[in-house]
């Protein structure tokens, strides 16, 4: 008997009802903040990703489904919603004056990653996000940050905590990452292999880590915060 391949899920009628409750849901309260549904194809040039995203992620160096078609493209099966979204912004050229501003816009798609099936994590599951262009207003920020919070508690979701956080500014993050990779290179020999292949390529990575060692290490690394403009600052 053929079974479904390693990390999927059949959706039977029973299990669609819930399913189908959430996706209402979300799209009346994102409707609600005035947020468009948008669609982009479930496969994309591997570069998207590998550019967007950036070669050192997990995402691209270990969990992309990526193959070559039969013209000899190098295709990958989308492991996440943002690259796609940017891509189709950009090429239907939705920055000009006839378009709205801010441009917001949702996703609700079933995505893929390749990476060892276990409770509550698939290589094909579903991610619901959204997008905000044109406005650099920080209460945009907040609008998006309420929406999240009211489709939760929607939800029925509680005992929920919100964290806060900025990566500022280009030149914020460029004095940041000096910073890092000089609080890092001390402990270069006790880094997970991962970790120490990020050190200088993208030391923020290094951050994410769920490696025990890397974790100790990083408790006493210099936070962005510290590293801040003025103006970062004042739009936190």
Do not use: C
């Not at 950009?90 to 995505?111: F, I």
């Amino acid at each position: 008997m053929i079974q479904k391949p390693k990390g999927t899920a059949d959706l039977l009628p029973e299990e669609l009802k819930i399913w189908h409750y959430i996706e209402e849901t979300a799209r009346i309260i994102l409707g609600d903040y005035q947020f468009e549904e948008m669609r982009t194809p479930m496969f994309e040039s591997y570069d998207l990703f590998s550019r967007g995203v950036g070669d050192t992620s997990d995402i691209v160096s270990k969990e992309m489904y990526d193959f070559y078609d039969k013209g000899d493209r190098h295709i990958t099966l989308r492991p996440e919603g943002t690259a796609a979204i940017v891509r189709a912004y950009v090429e239907n050229k939705l920055y000009g004056p006839e378009h709205k501003k801010p441009y917001k816009v949702y996703y609700m798609a079933p995505m893929f990653r390749y990476e060892r099936p276990q409770s509550g994590r698939l290589r094909q599951f579903h991610q619901l996000g959204v997008e905000v262009f044109g406005s650099t207003n920080p209460a945009t920020d907040v609008e998006t940050i309420a929406m999240a919070w009211d489709l939760l508690k929607e939800l029925g979701l509680s005992n929920m905590r919100l964290v806060i956080n900025s990566l500022g500014k280009t030149a914020d993050r460029i004095k940041y990452r000096e910073a890092l990779i000089s609080y890092l290179e001390p402990f270069a020999d006790e880094l997970s292999e991962d970790s120490k292949n990020r050190l200088h390529k993208n030391p923020l990575r290094v951050l994410d880590s769920k490696d025990k060692r890397d974790i100790e290490i990083v408790k006493n690394a210099p936070r962005i915060l510290e590293f801040l403009s003025d103006e970062a600052r004042s739009h936190f």
